[in-house]
């Protein structure tokens, strides 16, 4: 019997085991898991401070620009107004100048093209965009590049295409195979090293955000142009974005917005330029992201779903819910702490949230099991002998049948079968079957109607009590009804011509 047991306990551990960590690696190798992977991220950002870097300026080329500067919605910004800005942006010493704008087409007005193309040469540290775009065709698709026009291409200090992950915008986008992105190339301009630092350009990076929304340091296009005294000496040695925001749609590129982890506080989604804001910082300092390898993951899945789910089996339902909420929070919390210190990360959501979650629902779920068994094995041992209520009874109460036993008051019945003894003398064995099986089911009968216990059969005798093992505040009175009874059903009953009289 021992055996046994210890043989279900470790049942009960290796199967909780193999259902959670088997639950936890599929949300960590299949597309089960990505909503929460990115919500790992994502939560990173809720619980911490960052303060984008002050030589960040961010021009904004918005709705008011539009109007005071008198620039149509539908078309293509005079380019002159750029060259003019440009050459400003230039005078105060910027750093860098990126564009999150592509001009790939010749403008209508050639003389604005050849002042923003002078204005380029002159600056020297000008970042142009290319577009990419995908032809998609029956069984393949081809990537197509359409660079910044000839002019410009020709004087600017480099140009890469731009790009933004359409599932996926927490990513740091460095380019395709044969392009490098825009943002790759200024930073690489603003630290050469980076060329030779980073060998594997097109290795995943995560986005470092470095504040919500809006808090790069910003000016709208008109103010900078128009000498507002906010511009004054605002360039000087600081990287320059320059690109659209919100409905300014033909500004070379369409309206852009991207959810952030912010998003989840409820602030406002990011410009596309501010994305790129925080891709060259975080390039050019080297605090990108990094997600953690798959067999790291792995490991920490597997060994964290065997503990938890050999925990919370041994822990009472009630101190298991306890235990449970403490793990997860402190595997949140720490996993949050360890990726600021290390700048790595993982789906840490899935062993404090899924994995303790369904660690307990196992336990929970076998503790039921376990006492749903117990209560019908108790129902069917006491069937025999306790009325279908009374059986039920006791299987949902917390008597105790460990050896040992209480004392108490109960109201005891015992019956004899007048003239059994002589009857048993002379009459064969299958008729003394017979009467004894009738004789016991009339008599039984009344003893389960009134709630009362049989405690056994004793020869021709019925040993039954009342009063135990469940409370009978009416236990002589049940007694006597059953004795009664029993004295009535048998006075004239008769088996093979033998009187049953009770």
Partial sequence: MEMNIFKNLWAKYIWGSVIVVGIGLLFIFLPLGNKLRYLSYDFLFLFQNQKPPDDVVLVYMDEQSHHELEQPYDRTWDRRLHAELLNKITEQGARLVFYDIVFEMVSSK???DAALADAIKKNGSVVLAASLTQRRESLSSQEIII???ASFRRVTRAWGVLQMHSVNPRLILTGTPDFESATWKAAAILNPSINERLDNRLSERWINYLGPPNSFSSISFHKAYLDDPESRNLFK?????IGSRYITGFTGTAKDTFFTPYSLLGFPPANGIEIHANSVINLLKGNWLNRLNRGSEFAIVTVYGILVSILLVLLTPRVGI???LFIGVMVAVSSILLSWQTFTFYNWLVPAGVQTMIAYVWAVGTKYYQETRRKLRLKKAFSAYL???MAQQVAESD???????ELKEVTILFTDLEGFTTLSDSTNP?????ILNTYFSLTSNHVLHENGTILKYIGDAVFAVWGAPLEDPQQANNAVKAALGMIESTRDKKVYGHPLRT
Avoid: C, Q
């Fill in 322 to 324: 306890i235990v449970a």
């Fill in 147 to 149: 660079p910044p026009e």
């Fill in 387 to 389: 009325s279908p209520v």
């Fill in 430 to 434: 299958n008729e003394i079957s017979e």
């Fill in 110 to 112: 050639p003389e604005s």
């Fill in 237 to 241: 040695d600081k990287i320059v974005f």
């Fill in 399 to 405: 008597i105790d049948f460990a050896p040992g036993g």
